[in-house]
């Protein structure tokens, strides 16, 4: 972890510690970029993308297809899309699978025990390489984002999309405000914008894959998303954003998904500058802290039948099974001072892209299987194994395919 954090050269929000430098940077992201007006300002590059992925999965009716793969790459394409107007079709296809195989790569690294962590005085050795590799990763990432920036501020404007404004476009705005409050250095726009692809892309493509699983294996509960796509969407329209606060059983299933696979199962490591006493424990200045909300949220002591999926247990009390953190039985995205600045953009993605996938397309299961929930955890906890599955056009109307 010590390596890790290392390479982002104290800049980024995850790495940083806390304190007033910490703070600003996460308000400027929590009330700019994630405030409904920053995220309908880009809502049209989220949108392509997302058309884009019901297209390349119709081209591929009635074969089996690694959906695993299509979504993982449906996410980046809506990261980069969103973060600076990229795309990952065309001719820059071959920098986005640069970009996926690097990100794979990183994660990879995030989740390797080091044994600096357990012996800090090891760590100027670099026994396992860890942070040289790690930094060779983070520093093509900069090189790369400083391309992008310059590109831009040669240009003026972002690529045109109706009235949308990429997220560089909208920090590069709030630095020409001039204020303290908003401005930022070059190095951090490129740690901020490093963070949201690398904190955001797994993540939530992880949720996204999860909720595909689950309701394969529980097609009575697929049922019930169904019916409630066909009521509110209906045969003749696409999913829109503006919709998905009406799909309370879709929520749900989002919900019970994050319970009992959370993307980031021990959280990011917490570390206290002073010296604790909890409940008993010495927790010393200076050490890791992993939170296991995997467990917890399995616990059951807190939770009737743990293992079951079970949507149902979110429709009821809704104020309290929400994503504030305010319940230590369910925060998969944190709590408190350091919780999740990106959950405005998950409630809106994950139920945009998982209501048109199931919206456009039937899912079948090749030769019958149902798919297993074998996990595979790098940092974030993925399926073991891909999803593959055939998909069967739903909707009578081609349009909806283009
Ligand atoms: C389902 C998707 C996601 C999950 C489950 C998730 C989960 C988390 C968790 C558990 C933390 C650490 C909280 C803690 O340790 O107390 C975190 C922090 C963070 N997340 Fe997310 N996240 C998701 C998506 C995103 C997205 C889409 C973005 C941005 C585009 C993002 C940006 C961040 C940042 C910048 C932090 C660091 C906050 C800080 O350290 O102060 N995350 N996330």
């Excluded at 910490?22 to 392509?48: H, T, W």
């Excluded at 600045?341 to 299961?365: R, S, Y």
């Amino acid at each position: 972890m010590a390596a890790i954090k290392g390479t982002f050269g104290g800049l980024d929000i995850v790495w940083r510690s806390n304190g007033p430098e910490l703070q600003k940077l996460r308000k400027l992201v929590v009330r700019e970029i994630m405030s409904n007006n920053g995220l309908d300002a880009c809502y049209e590059f989220r949108r392509r993308e997302i058309r884009q992925m019901v297209k390349n999965i119709h081209g591929k009716i009635g074969s089996p297809i690694n959906l695993s793969e299509q979504i993982f790459l449906t996410m980046l394409s809506v990261t980069m899309s969103m973060l600076w107007g990229g795309s990952l079709n065309g001719e820059v296809a071959k920098l986005g699978l640069e970009i996926k195989d690097r990100l794979e790569e990183f994660m990879k690294l995030m989740g390797e025990p080091n044994l600096s962590d357990i012996f800090p005085m090891l760590r100027p050795f670099n026994l396992q390489g860890i942070e040289s590799k790690a930094k060779k990763h983070v520093s093509w990432f900069y090189g790369f984002l400083e391309s992008v920036i310059k590109q831009r501020m040669k240009l003026g404007e972002g690529p045109k999309m109706a009235d949308s404004k990429d997220f560089l476009q909208q920090l590069l705005e709030l630095n020409q405000r001039g204020d303290a409050k908003t401005s930022l250095s070059m190095m951090e726009i490129k740690a901020v914008l490093l963070d949201m692809v690398i904190g955001g892309t797994d993540t939530t493509f992880a949720t996204i894959e999860w909720a595909m699983t689950e309701l394969l294996r529980h097609p009575n509960k697929l049922r019930k998303v169904i019916e409630e796509l066909d009521a509110i969407i209906g045969d003749q329209n696409v999913v829109e954003e503006s919709n998905i606060s009406r799909l309370p059983y879709l929520t749900a299933v989002v919900k019970e998904t994050l319970r009992i696979h959370p993307p980031a199962p021990l959280l990011v490591p917490h570390m206290p500058n002073e010296t604790t006493v909890i409940a008993g424990y010495t927790i010393p200045k200076n050490s890791w802290i992993f939170f296991n909300v995997w467990a917890i949220q399995r616990d059951a002591e807190f939770w009737e039948d743990p293992l079951r999926f079970e949507p149902e247990r979110f429709l009821k009390d809704t104020e309290k099974r929400n994503y504030t953190g305010n319940s230590f039985h369910f925060f998969p995205f944190g709590s408190r001072r350091r919780i999740c600045v990106g959950i405005p953009l998950v409630e809106k993605i994950t139920m945009q892209i998982l209501a048109t996938l199931l919206h456009c397309f039937d899912w079948e299961l090749p030769d019958g299987r149902q798919p297993n929930v074998k996990e595979k955890l790098q940092f974030v906890l993925t399926k073991a194994e891909p999803l593959v599955v055939v998909p069967v056009a739903r909707l009578s109307n081609s349009i909806q395919y283009q």
